[in-house]
């Protein structure tokens, strides 16, 4: 039982109940304040807390500034001048500059309010939390059938590190590429996200690696201050494994020269690995040891089963819908190119062969 700690007669109960109901007076306060970040429950006050209330006290301190600016150039407008009689008409003269300078010194307030405002819903939008388990919980509603990855993915994005790196590692068609478009999508700094095809058709012939990295390296200029910033490189295969630690090191030493923020110490890379279904276990296995900074996600190849499950979130998707005819010809299409080409080869044989469905259809 914990020693109980004598108090002197001037402390009120209730201030004794508040000490003893304290953590940090039981030796908890430094496991409260190691919350991470990210996490969902807590992150906003108790991470995010100080930023805010930083963000606050730069708009109340402004905008008191400017009150005592207002009040002073009012005064100095407004102040009587001398009574005698030959001065009465350099008074009126000159009370039409004064008119002037009222309103001049109320335009100068308002932009002076505005910027306030400004400046602090900037310092809010930089510092807000990530929403991790909402961000997931919407992949999910998209991608079947990957429950474990999604999870660990989570528990990744909830570290607090200067560089957070996953590798989704699985054949083409399992929803690893929809996966970092969704999260792409409801990242809350859109103007921090950066992605690039390594082995796209687009890329002109005989492109080498050096020109690749030079289109990632302009990437790393491109870093914020505000904010975090999410890198997405898609389209690797088993032989491009040495692009990850060399990019890790790349961005490491990029953050470095940054300044000494929490924002600007935070990146997280998505590097996403296609692999022969005939090959996966193998590929997955050489790809665990990509980079001590990377997390390896394995994406598992799908069967009948999940190419249904595809079927369905697709057509909800889409607003379309297929006639039983149409679906036996949809699905057994797609299961042809199942190792190839996954829950992928879905979509254009939907619009091919299904209905859109009534506007006013929910």
Known sequence: MAERRNHSPEHSHAEILQYE???????????????????????LEAVTGRALRLCGTILAITLLGSCLLHMH????ASAPGEVEAGKNVRMMAGRGERDMSWRNSKTAVAAAVAAAEDKASRCYFCNQPMYVEKSINLIG??????????????????????????????PPGVGKTMTATALMKNFPWPQNVRSFSWNSKAMAPGKDDVEKFR????????????GRNLLVIDD?????????????????????????TMATKTVLVVYIFNLEKQHLEEHQKLLQGLSDATTPINFRSFGVGELKLCLESELKAMKYSLEKEAEAAVLKSSTEQLD?????????????????LPADSD
Request: hydrophobic share 40%.
């Open 141 to 170: 509603q998209l991608v079947v059938g990957q429950d474990k990855a999604l999870f660990q993915l989570e528990q990744v994005l909830s570290r607090d590190c200067t560089l957070r790196s996953v590798a989704l590692l699985g």
């Open 236 to 260: 690797l295969q088993v032989d491009d494994k040495a692009v990850v630690p060399i990019y890790n090191e790349m961005i490491l030493n990029r953050v470095g020269t940054l300044d000494d």
């Open 215 to 226: 289109k990632l390296r302009q990437f790393m200029n491109q870093l914020s201050s505000c």
């Open 340 to 356: 190839t080409a996954g829950c992928k080869s879905l979509r254009p044989l939907i619009e091919q062969l299904g209905k859109p």
């Open 73 to 76: 150039m009012h005064i100095g």
């Open 21 to 43: 109901n304290d953590p940090r007076s039981r030796g908890e306060g430094i496991e409260l304040e190691q919350q991470d970040f990210f996490d969902v429950e807590v992150s």
